[in-house]
Each structure stands twice: as C-alpha cells, then as structure tokens.
C-alpha cells in the first residue's frame, strides 16, 4: 500500500497542522510504503517571494524531520525536482471539464473572499491530482479540507482511464481522528486568520496564546459543556484518555475555571512541543544533510514518475524521443 501527502510550505506548522496532517503522516511511516513532498510549486499560487519561498521550504523539512519524519523509511523530496508532474498536470487538464474545477470550495472561497484568483489556484485541483496519481498513490493522509481535492482526482483517474486505458489507481482520502482543529478563537486554526498556535513558538508567547484562547462566560460554579469548549478540544488531542475524561467530568460538574484548564493545556504543550525545540535547532544547523535526504528522495520519486509518465504518453499516443 502507498501513502503519499504534499505539504505547502507556507509558512511555521501550528497544531492544526500537526493534530489534521502531519502527526498521521508520521505514524504511517511504520508498516506502509511512504511518499512525502514538499509542495512548493503549490506555494507558488500564493507566495511570490523568492526569499520567503525558500525558507517555507527549509523550514517544513526541518520541522517534519523534527517531529520524527524517518529518512531511512520515507520517501521525503521536494515536488519541483519531480518536473513530470507538471506534465502529467497538462493531461489531466485535457480529460477533466471545467466545472468540476469551478466546484472546488477552496477556489470558491477566495473568489467569495473578493481575492484575486490566479490560474494556477483555478488549476491547484489538477496539479494535486497529478501529484497524487504520478506515484500510483492508493491512501493519502489528509486534513478534512483537502477531501474535496481527493475525491477531484477519483474523477480525473476515472477520465484518463476511461478516455484511453486504465493507468491510473484510484486514491482514498484518510483523515485523523481530528480532522478539524479549532483556533484560539474557535474557528479552524489556520495561518491565514492569525488564531494559530505554532509547533516551535517562543515558550512564553504560546502560553499568552494559550491563555487568551476564546470561552464563554459561564461563572466557575456553573456546569460547563465541554463539546462546545476550544480549550477542552485542544486538551483532547494533548492529554491521555484518562486526563480527557477527569476533565470532562470536572467541566460538567460546577467548580471549574476555565483558567485552570488553559494552564494544564499550556503544560501539555510544552511537555509534548517544549523539547522539540532544541532538535529544531540541530536539524536548522544541518542544511547540507537535509539537501541530501531530499535530493535522494526524488531520485527515488522520480523514478516511480518517468514510469508512469511514459505509460500515460503511450496510452494517449505522445511519442517521446529515444535518448
Ligand atoms: P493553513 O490553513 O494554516 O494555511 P494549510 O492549508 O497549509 O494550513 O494546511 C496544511 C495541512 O494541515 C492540510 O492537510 C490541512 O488539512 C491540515 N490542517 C490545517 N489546518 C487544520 C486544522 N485547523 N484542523 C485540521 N487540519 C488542518
Ligand atoms: N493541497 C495540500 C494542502 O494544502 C498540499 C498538497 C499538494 C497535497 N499536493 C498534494 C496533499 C497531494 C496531498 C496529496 O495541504
């Protein structure tokens, strides 16, 4: 079975990334055939920063190596040293109507947003389906927003094939257990609302965060609901199982401050994230060997796309020069 996910490098990971994405993607790396890129020809649809583009790019493989990402069981590369997929992105877009492309809500959102809309966001679907299916993909490990896109490519597998022979493998989508992580304001924890809480922030300035994270105002000696809690659905995915139920009952029962529950969450994260940062900082030191783990993963990559590349060219007829 072959997992394969891409990563936007735009900008520091937050625990919505780690909790929707990342942490799945690490655990997989046990028992399956994995591939994991860094989607900066993605990151190109927004960032248009040389600079910036390039440290996004350092930072996610620091990070993921950070937080446990295995070079020796992973197939960890950058997207743009793969160029096939760019190919296979200029079929695809001859088999797949335009509609389904307009149906994509990440499209619909920035242009209800009043943003300018670029072709490559109108187009961002075919190259992610392209990324997918270039590596014959069966399981890719997904926050819940990034379904839609997968479900795009069931269908633009399902066009080649059936226009010309059955190439491609039909990709599932897998989410974690918590597919949509809340903000400190209770929305989607996301870089582009600025309610995130970062993976390797300053210790001091996480725990502000933590603290001014949105509750409603329900006196201390009332009952609290926790499934309506931000602070309560950030503990969950950082605490035991036993923890998450002693808080549960605590919030039912009348007596609890909110407060109380913010300081446990901001010890939990600094016992889970706090020692992380000094393996950030040796991983940061150590470019030349993490060029090393990323140009060695695409030539493992690339090798899986030419093949497919050249069996997608012959089934549509493309004839390629002998070198
Ligand atoms: P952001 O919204 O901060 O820009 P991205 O869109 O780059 O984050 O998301 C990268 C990955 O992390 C995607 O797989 C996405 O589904 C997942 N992800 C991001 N935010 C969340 C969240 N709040 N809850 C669950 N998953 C998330
Ligand atoms: N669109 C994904 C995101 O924003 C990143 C991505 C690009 C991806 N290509 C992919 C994810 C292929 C899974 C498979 O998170």
Excluded at 24 to 47: K, M, P, R, V, W
Excluded at 135 to 153: A, C, F, N, W
Excluded at 269 to 293: N, S, T, V
Aim: glycine share 6%.
């Amino acid at each position: 079975m072959r997992v394969l996910s891409g990563i936007q490098p735009s900008g520091t990971l937050h625990l919505g990334n780690y909790f929707g994405a990342m942490k799945q993607h690490i655990e997989l790396q046990d028992g399956h055939e994995c591939f994991y890129f860094i989607a900066n020809l993605h990151s190109l649809t927004t960032i248009q920063d040389a600079a910036r583009l390039r440290q996004f790019t350092a930072d996610v493989a620091v990070e993921y190596l950070t937080m446990g990402l295995d070079p020796s069981k992973v197939t960890f590369f950058r997207q743009s040293d793969v160029p096939e997929v760019t190919e296979l992105a200029w079929v695809l877009s001859t088999v797949t109507g335009k509609g389904l492309l307009e149906r994509a809500h990440s499209f619909k959102d920035k242009v209800a947003k009043g943003l300018a809309v670029n072709m490559g966001l109108f187009c961002y679907p075919l190259l992610m389906a392209a990324d997918i299916l270039i590596y014959r993909s069966h399981l890719v490990p997904v926050g819940k927003d990034q379904v839609q896109h997968i479900e795009m490519t069931q269908d633009m597998a399902g066009y080649f094939n059936q226009t010309y022979r059955e190439v491609f493998v039909r990709p599932e989508p897998r989410l974690n257990d918590a597919p949509i992580v809340p903000g400190i304001d209770g929305q989607k924890m996301s870089k582009s609302y600025g309610n995130h809480i970062e993976l390797f922030g300053d210790a001091k300035a996480i725990k502000k965060k933590i603290m001014a994270i949105k509750t409603d105002s329900t006196p201390v000696e009332d009952p609290k609901n926790p499934e309506t809690c931000n602070v309560f659905a950030l503990l969950k995915l950082l605490a035991e199982p036993a923890e998450v139920q002693e808080w549960d009952r605590r919030y039912r029962a009348a007596g609890m401050g909110y407060g109380e529950a913010k300081k446990r969450l901001a010890e939990l994260y600094e016992a889970k994230f706090g020692p992380k940062r000094a393996i950030r900082a040796q991983w940061a030191a150590r470019p030349d060997d993490i060029e090393d783990i990323l140009r060695a993963g695409a030539k493992r990559a690339r090798a899986v796309a030419q093949e497919v590349m050249a069996d997608v060219y012959d089934a549509c007829g493309i004839v390629v020069a002998k070198s």
